[in-house]
């Protein structure tokens, strides 16, 4: 199993451009999660998935949109780019509301 | 969900035990204490999690007081490799979120 994968690994952005994140899960998890990782910062939620086509906000959710149509993936989307956005996004999933598996990361920067 | 506090930073030297100990005395009584650890780049990985009974896995001991206002990780033999951050959360689990707090830098060193 290759567990959370997330696409791309790295991203440049210029301000006001949009992007697709694109997160990936082969464990028939329910629950999926958006996470953003600013430097020397916890986590925190972006936007969370119950089951696949329901989608919920969570702490910081301005400025982001996000999909579940299949429910293996969880896309996270930023319509128009800004410098406040660089950060890095954390996906990951859950078959229950204990143990979340967490994919590698998605570094971007938004110049 | 309750807050947690944690000390910002520990050392331990390897092969003793790493004893991180995280407050949470305004925990409500359905909810469970979590651990997970952030090793440098990574995305976090969960360790551990209970209630109110001590728990035991292959990664790590968790001790919760009597009154569960606190909480202690026990990573019984520390390695280099378990040089990371380690968040404590506390959460009701009927919840889905995991609230992420600055965590427990800890440095193991030879």
């Known amino acids: 199993n290759a567990g959370v994968t997330q696409t791309p690994k790295f991203r440049v952005l210029k301000t006001g451009q949009s992007m697709t994140l694109l997160c990936a899960q082969d464990?028939?998890?329910?629950?999926m999660y958006w996470y953003r990782q600013d430097p020397g910062m916890g986590l925190r939620l972006i936007h969370y998935?119950?089951?696949?086509?329901?989608?919920a906000k969570g702490e910081v959710p301005d400025g982001y949109n996000v999909s579940r149509l299949k429910k293996q993936n969880f896309l996270l989307g930023l319509e128009s780019a800004a410098p406040s956005q660089t950060s890095v996004y954390f996906c990951?999933?859950?078959?229950?509301?204990?143990?979340?598996?967490f994919g590698p990361g998605t570094r971007l920067t938004v110049l | 969900d309750a807050k947690t506090t944690q000390p910002p930073s520990m050392d331990c030297a390897e092969g003793r035990a790493a004893n991180l100990p995280c407050n949470h005395s305004?925990?409500?009584?359905?909810?469970?204490v979590y651990w997970y650890r952030q090793i440098h780049s990574q995305g976090p990985q969960y360790i551990i999690h209970?209630?109110?009974n001590n728990e035991t896995n292959e990664m790590a001991s968790l001790i919760i007081t009597e009154d569960r206002k606190s909480s202690t990780l026990i990573l019984p033999h520390a390695t280099l490799r378990d040089t990371a951050v380690y968040y404590c959360?506390?959460?009701?689990?009927?919840?889905?979120?995991?609230?992420f707090g600055k965590g427990t830098t800890l440095s193991v060193s030879s």
């Open positions: 305004t925990i409500s009584g359905n909810e469970y």
């Open positions: 209970g209630l109110k």
């Open positions: 998935s119950v089951g696949e086509g329901t989608t």
């Open positions: 959360i506390v959460r009701a689990q009927a919840g889905t979120a995991l609230i």
């Open positions: 464990m028939n998890h329910e629950y």
């Open positions: 990951a999933s859950s078959r229950n509301v204990n143990e979340q598996f």
